[in-house]
């Protein structure tokens, strides 16, 4: 209940200002044919209707997570779109009520207005405006071009107080939503692999998601992502694209069936320890720690896979236990509530919606409307989640400053 105000307000801000917006733009194009007018009318009324029920449904309805993820961007990007043209039509009212007061002009009511009279709408101040609100959509534009392969190196000390003196000081490696089926840009795609290299992780996590749909898809990038290796391993787990569930449907298949074999065995062939819903036990000088996968589990409607009691099975005896599972919404769904023995869980799926504000001291995205753990590094008494915004990119081909990421961490004992 209490995004409803925020949502309910801002689609009145919507509503109120496209009436604003609306007589703007045709008192600036007044020359325009009536049938042209018309046309006009009825496309941007039906944008911002459709674009408000869409939002509603995106966020209380069961939607496809892309298809939300385009409603939600759209709404935000709208907003953005909007708030960069107002200032320039309130300074054109402002100038227009100055005239009137100081130069004491009288206008009839329904009288038209010459081009030429003083307080007529200034067509360089909407037009002005006009191009103001086309810098977020030159953004996403650029966000296409440039954003999809500027993959960021985010550097991330993790404390663990139980940590073994021997893993002090160790560094591991994640990433996550690889989604090959939409890569363009091989080369890119290579370049992003020896930036994670570079870091000489002494293992690394891969969170999910190897592709979109198919196993096959990621046949072109598998020579690539089998370039990923650690000293103490590579450790993976599912992601919810991963089984084939929105090509072949939820019901089981001989298609779908083999779609998952093949995915199985190419996490073999990359040289990725697959985690199905069990554990690892890492050594370094003698002592242990343990590294768990579970196959995915999510709230709403996505699946739950994953077996928690299965994976923990036998770890009692291990001081630091480290989880992968793929969709951040599990850590508040099950093991807060049933795992306190789990002291870090690393997942992705978010993607940060590919859209929205990262900096040290803060971040946004439209996607925090969604999941209450979206991005980066989360505590609640000794339990901890990161969120991986992905490597790759699903739907919009591009990110704007929710960057591609490669996470390394550094474990560290308290």
Not at 38 to 52: E, N
Not at 282 to 304: A, H, Q, S
């Amino acid at each position: 209940m209490g995004r409803l105000p925020f949502i309910i307000a801002a689609c009145i801000f919507i509503l109120v200002f496209d009436v604003y917006c609306f007589k703007a733009i045709i008192s600036v194009f007044k020359k325009w044919k009536p049938s042209t007018k018309k046309i006009f009318t009825v496309a941007y009324w039906s944008y911002s209707i459709l674009l408000i029920i869409g939002v509603f449904a995106g966020i209380y309805l069961n939607l496809f997570l892309t298809l939300r993820a385009i409603i939600l961007v759209a709404f935000f990007l709208t907003v953005a779109c909007k708030m960069a043209m107002l200032p320039f039509l309130v300074l054109d009212d402002l100038r227009r009520l100055f005239i009137k007061i100081f130069r004491k002009k009288t206008v009839i009511k329904d009288q038209p207005i010459s081009e030429t009279d003083p307080i007529s709408r200034s067509e360089f101040l909407v037009k002005a405006g006009l191009v103001a609100a086309a810098v977020p959509l030159t953004s996403l534009s650029w966000g296409i071009i440039s954003g999809a392969y500027d993959y960021q190196v985010r550097r991330v000390n993790l404390i663990l107080p139980n940590l073994p003196k021997a893993f002090d000081g160790i560094t591991m490696a994640q990433i996550s939503d690889i989604h090959s089926g939409s890569f363009y840009n091989k080369t890119a795609v290579k370049g992003g692999v020896e930036l994670l290299m570079a870091e000489k992780p002494d293992f690394v996590f891969f969170t999910g998601d190897l592709v979109n749909n198919l196993t096959n898809e990621v046949k072109d990038y598998q020579d690539i992502f089998s370039k990923v290796k650690a000293p103490l391993g590579v450790y993976s787990s599912l992601g919810n694209h991963d089984y084939g569930d929105y090509y072949f449907g939820k019901e089981s298949s001989p298609a779908k069936v083999k779609n998952l074999k093949d995915m199985v065995d190419v996490h073999k062939v990359m040289g990725y320890d697959l985690l199905m819903n069990e554990h690892r036990r890492l050594k370094v000088d003698g002592e242990e720690i343990g590294i768990l996968g579970i196959e995915n589990w999510g709230m709403g409607r996505f699946p739950k896979y994953g077996k928690m009691e299965l994976a923990v099975q036998n770890t009692d005896d291990l001081p630091v236990k480290l989880l992968l599972s793929h969709d951040p919404s599990h850590w508040r769904g099950e093991v807060l509530q049933k795992y306190p023995q789990i002291d870090a869980m690393f997942s992705g799926h978010t993607h940060g919606m590919q859209f929205g504000v990262r900096l040290k001291e803060y971040q946004w995205s439209p996607v925090q409307y969604i999941y209450k753990e979206w991005a980066g590094l989360y505590q609640e008494q000794k339990q901890q989640l990161y969120v991986n915004v992905g490597y790759g990119f699903l739907g919009y081909p591009g990110r704007v400053g929710v960057l591609p990421e490669i996470t390394v961490f550094t474990l560290k004992r308290a």
